[in-house]
C-alpha cells in the first residue's frame, strides 16, 4: 500500500506518530510492503514495520528542487535496516517535472545522477522509478539504464486492459503498480461509496495477481493508493476541511 500518513492540517507525513497504528491495520490485511512519497530516515518506524512483516520501497528523490545529495544522505542513513526492500525515484514524473515542471529529458538526466550516486553508495538494493503510464516509457528507459524496476501509477477504471502486454513490449525490466485503486468518494453520486471502491481495488488487485511474475508475468506486485485520508490534496480547498475535488491523469479511477 502507498503510505503518506499526513495529519490533518499538514502537507507532509508524520511516520513516527502513525506507524504503530498504520502498521498493525496493514497486518491485518495482508499488507507486505509500503511505498513512500518522502523518505523515512527513522530506524524506528522502520523497526515497527519490520516486526509486522513489512517491507519499505522508501522514495528518497521526488523534487528536483532538492539537492542530488539529499538521496545519497536518506540512503545511507537507513541502507543497512533489513525493511529496505528498494529505492524509489520521482513520482510520476513525466507528468509533474519531479514537481518543479522540469522538461522531460532533464528530469530523466537528473534521475540518472541521483541513481548512479545510490547505487555508488548501496549497490544491494534495486533502484525503482516511478512513472505515470505507460507514453514514451521505450526510450526514457533506454536513457535511464541505472533504473532497475519501474513502477507505473495507472488510473484505468475498473481493469487495467493491455497495461501488462504493452509494459512488456517497451522493456525487459519488471515493473509494479506504483499506484492504482479508486478513491472512496464517487463524484457521479456526490457520496462516499465505498462499495464502488472495494469493487475496483478486488478486479485490479485480481489483474496484478493474474500477471505476476511468480508465474510467468511481468508484475512483482502493486500498491493500492492509498492508507491516507488526503484532506489537503484539493487545491482550492483547505488542508483542514475534507474536500472532494480534484483531478486524475489517465483518464482516472472506477466508478468516475
Known amino acids: 500500500v502507498a503510505w503518506n500518513p499526513t495529519d490533518k492540517g499538514s502537507r507532509t507525513p508524520n511516520f513516527a506518530r502513525t506507524v504503530e497504528h498504520d502498521a498493525a491495520l496493514m497486518a491485518q490485511v495482508g499488507v507486505n510492503a509500503v511505498r513512500t512519497y518522502w523518505p523515512i530516515t527513522d530506524t524506528k518506524v522502520l523497526d515497527v514495520l519490520w516486526s509486522h512483516g513489512i517491507w519499505v520501497l522508501n522514495g528518497v528523490y521526488n523534487n528536483a528542487g532538492d539537492p542530488v545529495s539529499s538521496a545519497v544522505d536518506t540512503v545511507n542513513a537507513v541502507k543497512d535496516h533489513p525493511a529496505i526492500l528498494m529505492w524509489t525515484i520521482g513520482n510520476e514524473w513525466n507528468y509533474n517535472g519531479l514537481y518543479t515542471g522540469m522538461g522531460l529529458w532533464d528530469s530523466v538526466a537528473r534521475l540518472q545522477e541521483v541513481a548512479a550516486l ?124 475534507h474536500d472532494v475535488g480534484g483531478d486524475a491523469p489517465g483518464g482516472g479511477p472506477f466508478p468516475d
Open 118 to 241: 545510490i547505487k555508488q553508495h548501496d549497490p544491494t538494493h534495486l533502484v525503482a522509478s516511478i512513472y505515470g503510464e505507460l507514453k514514451g516509457l521505450k526510450e526514457v528507459d533506454e536513457h535511464m539504464p541505472n533504473v532497475d524496476v519501474w513502477g507505473v501509477n495507472a488510473y484505468r477504471g475498473i481493469s487495467f486492459g493491455e497495461l501488462f502486454n504493452s509494459f512488456a513490449a517497451q522493456t525487459q525490466k519488471p515493473m509494479f503498480l506504483g499506484e492504482y485503486g479508486a478513491d472512496a468518494w464517487n463524484a457521479k453520486a456526490g457520496r462516499e461509496d465505498d462499495a464502488a471502491q472495494a469493487d475496483a481495488t478486488r478486479a485490479l488487485t485480481s489483474e496484478i495477481a493474474a500477471h505476476s511474475a511468480a508465474t510467468g508475468g511481468v508484475c512483482v506486485g502493486g500498491f493500492v493508493f492509498e492508507l491516507e485520508d488526503e484532506w489537503w490534496k484539493d487545491g482550492d480547498g483547505s488542508s483542514w476541511n
